[in-house]
């Protein structure tokens, strides 16, 4: 909901400010010591009109080596969901167990809630309290009321400090996307010269490495800012389990199948046990339901995808073996294979279906990797060819797609994305290699949180060869900002001045509008 003056957004940030009270200030949560269970926040989302999900996890020694958080036995939680920032009305309160089979996470699905409207949550477990989040039901089913919007991605903790969070924390968003990166998995040596904070430990593998990855990640005031201000809606790309990984293929040809799905299964329990998901995310070994849908009235749905799980191995693989992604010869034949997919034939399908019954105004793809076509050169070679991790290496999987986005004459379609730690405005043609063909789609893609961009000179050298680029950057982190309205789509790639100041402020690099009717972005 729009509008700096209406009383809604007063006590909205009333809210923000008890849960950051809390949070960062309070002496009770830092002198308490190992004592305080709550050291990794609250969090909510995956909202529906009556509902959504609350999220924390118990961890009275964040890093225990076992990766249990310093409980083993059950806890009891008990939750309470209010109608006031202050937590004098509440509506729903229930009590649940915190096991050590999920690490203590707990995930209450609230529902029976009034639609449209802000609510406030809060734990209480081991004697204390959590601190207080807000969260917020999505409006009813035929309404058109306006949305605050944010989307973030690739946030590495060895980069530097989280200040994109914080600072779309406070543009108090109805809804948060994070489109994957959320961790990585793997840290930089000692003597890179890369690491500004340590990961304090090597790559992730097993299950308690994940677990007290996230549980660090957790621990950072400004994503726990984040968390607390708004419901998320969220969906991994690589680093939630290894860099380049493509289904039940590792980036290194060295780790069989069978091995990696259980570094997998491991990498998707930890996503799910930190993660407000819903039940139906439950993983089942190294399976687990991300791709999902979510109605925001009739103004959006959001077609939720995971680009991971499901795609046929990676395309064009040298003589070495190895599965990392590279830039690959245009004439190579995996790119443009109709046999292969980056979605998984299910989820194809789901998408195709989804966007045949949509009824909505808006209809935002929220996924995690640049969805253009690009021409590109090799940074040693020189050499022109595709990326082969991204949507370049899968062009039959886009074309289909794109395709179904134009069969079904789908209202307004529009693209988020991450991956690329850099700001791209792009038009989705319906032929990608024809330029002519009519625009299908608009993209937006977010800089990184704080890992490193593409190189900019270089980058802007292949901006000639690719015309459907409208806008790219990748000089600063940050994250995006959009209001939504039926008459109109604003997106903000907004800008920190730098990862490795933790006051750092914030900016507007570029604003761009999209119209109804009409894909394509206008620039400000
Ligand atoms: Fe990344
Ligand atoms: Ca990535």
């Known amino acids: ?103 203590h996470a707990v995930h209450v699905e609230v529902a029976g809630l009034e639609a449209g409207r802000p609510y406030w949550y809060q734990f209480e477990g081991l004697g204390a309290q959590s601190p207080v989040g807000q969260s917020r ?41 994070f489109l994957g990166d959320y961790i990585y998995d793997s840290s930089y040596a000692a003597d890179s010269g890369k690491v500004f904070r340590s990961h304090g430990s090597g790559n992730a593998v097993s299950l308690s490495d994940y677990r007290n990855r996230y549980a660090l990640y957790k621990t950072d005031p400004d994503l726990q800012a984040l968390h607390a201000a708004a419901p998320s809606v969220a969906t991994w790309d690589d680093h939630e389990v290894q860099n380049d990984y493509a289904n039940r293929w590792s980036q290194d040809p060295k780790i069989a199948v069978a091995q990696f799905l259980k570094q997998r299964a491991a990498a998707y329990q930890a996503y799910y046990e930190h993660m407000p998901l819903r039940a139906s995310s439950v993983p089942k070994g190294p399976d687990m339901r991300l791709y999902r849908r979510l109605d925001y009235g009739r103004l959006a749905r959001f077609h939720v995808l995971d680009g991971r799980q499901y795609r046929s191995e990676q395309p064009c693989i040298p003589a070495n073996g190895s599965h990392q992604g590279h830039v690959a010869a245009n004439t190579c034949s995996d790119l443009r294979a109709p046999g292969r997919t980056m979605l998984g034939w299910q989820q194809e399908a789901w998408l195709d279906q989804g966007f045949a019954q949509s009824k909505a105004q808006w209809n935002v793809i929220a996924q995690d990797l640049l969805v253009a076509p690009l021409t590109q050169r090799d940074l040693t070679s020189h050499k022109v060819g595709r990326w082969t991790d991204g949507w370049d290496g899968y062009m039959a999987n886009r074309s289909r797609m794109l395709a179904s986005i134009e069969r079904h004459r789908l209202s307004n379609p529009v693209f988020w994305g991450g991956d690329i730690h850099s700001f791209w405005t792009t038009d989705l043609h319906a032929d990608a290699n024809n330029p002519d063909s009519p625009i299908v789609a608009t993209e937006f893609v977010g800089s990184s949180v704080t890992s490193d961009g593409p190189p900019y000179d270089a980058f802007m050298q292949i901006m000639p060869l690719n015309p459907h680029v409208k806008f790219f950057d990748s000089r600063q982190r940050g994250y995006v900002s959009v209001e939504l309205e039926a008459s109109k789509m604003l997106t903000n790639f907004r800008v920190i001045t730098d990862p490795r100041d933790p006051a750092a402020t914030v900016s507007t690099l570029k604003s761009f509008v999209v119209e109804p009717g009409r894909a394509g972005a206008i620039a400000l």
Request: net charge positive; charged share 15%; with cysteine.
């Open 1 to 103: 909901m729009s509008g700096a003056v209406d009383p809604g957004r007063r006590r909205v940030l009333t809210g923000l400010a008890v849960a950051t009270a809390f949070s960062i200030l309070s002496p009770f949560a830092r002198s308490a010591g190992v004592d305080y269970p709550f050291t990794l926040g609250v969090a909510s989302g995956d909202p529906l009109p009556d509902g959504f999900v609350i999220w924390t996890r118990l961890a009275p020694v964040f890093n225990a080596v076992d990766g249990r958080g310093g409980l083993s036995r059950a806890v009891p939680v008990r939750w309470r969901v209010a109608s006031d920032a202050a937590m004098t009305r509440i509506v729903k309160q229930g009590e649940v167990m915190a096991t050590a089979r999920f690490a």
């Open 137 to 177: 039901t999505t409006p009813q089913v035929h309404a058109l009321a306006s949305a605050r919007l944010g989307f973030v991605s690739c946030s590495h903790w060895e980069r530097g400090y989280f200040s994109a969070y914080r600072h779309l924390a406070a543009e108090q968003p109805d809804l948060v996307f």
